[in-house]
Nanobody, 109 residues
Framework: VQLVESGGGLVQPGGSLRLSCVAS??????MDWFRQAPGKGLEWVSR????????SYAESVKGRFTISRDNAKNTVYLEMNSLKSEDTALYYC?????RGQGTQVTVSA
């Protein structure tokens, strides 16, 4: 039973990345993405529910990030566009008490 994130990296401001979160050993009704910037607390980013039709976003990412899921692959994605330096953080997928190890996103010129 685990969550594994991937897809992070170094990108220039204005660039894009797509994060993936693969759930193994269980199914989930909803999945959240959180992030934690250096020296800051955990910030909720987005949520998607089981059928994928209901999504929600933090105001700080609304219009730039898109969450989606592929139930056949038990995977949730976070498409991040128009990235800003303030998006730099360790990104985690979380459902219930389960959390992955995180994937680092660094936005820098």
């Amino acid at each position: 039973v685990q969550l594994v994130e991937s897809g992070g990296g170094l990108v220039q401001p204005g660039g894009s990345l797509r994060l993936s979160c693969v759930a193994s050993g269980f199914t989930f009704n909803y999945m959240d993405w959180f992030r934690q910037a250096p020296g800051k607390g955990l910030e909720w980013v987005s949520r998607i529910y089981s059928d994928g039709s209901k999504t929600s976003y933090a105001e700080s990412v609304k219009g730039r990030f898109t969450i989606s899921r592929d139930n056949a692959k038990n995977t949730v994605y976070l498409e991040m566009n128009s990235l800003k330096s303030e998006d730099t953080a360790l990104y985690y997928c979380v459902t219930g008490s389960k959390r992955g190890q995180g994937t680092q996103v660094t936005v820098s010129a």
